[in-house]
């Protein structure tokens, strides 16, 4: 069992930064890989970015490519999302998720943060 909680949302402003995070509990966090989604008022949830369970392979939606970077630290059962170059569009719900059960589906999942980026 792990439980996500994600943490850094907030108001910025386009062309700004934000980090968001997610705190894991569970010990079997370090095993899993870990991504990122989220979800704007009015559409389906997609896929941000993914990364392995040892950081060594990471993937990113091409929307979000050159502009957000995710990292994790295992020893402290965290995640992030590094967002740059915040545009209006980036605004959503932000999710973290883990124990992958197939391609872009996953067991676990927080219960979201709000990032909004004003024009």
């Known amino acids: 069992q792990v439980q996500l909680v994600e943490s850094g949302g907030g108001l910025v402003q386009a062309g700004g930064s934000l980090r968001v995070s997610c705190a894991a509990s569970g010990r079997t966090f370090s095993s899993y890989e870990m991504a990122w989604f989220r979800q704007a008022p009015g559409k389906e949830r997609e896929f941000v970015a993914v990364?392995?369970?040892?950081?060594?392979?990471?993937d990113y939606a091409d929307p979000v490519k050159g502009r957000f970077a995710i990292s994790r630290d295992n020893a402290k059962n965290m995640g992030y999302l590094q967002m740059n170059s915040l545009k209006p569009e980036d605004t959503a719900v932000y999710y973290c998720?883990?124990?992958?059960?197939?391609?872009?589906?996953?067991?676990?999942w927080g219960q979201g943060t709000q990032v909004t980026v004003s024009s």
């Open positions: 998720a883990t124990g992958r059960v197939g391609v872009r589906r996953y067991l676990y």
């Open positions: 990364i392995s369970w040892n950081g060594g392979s990471k």
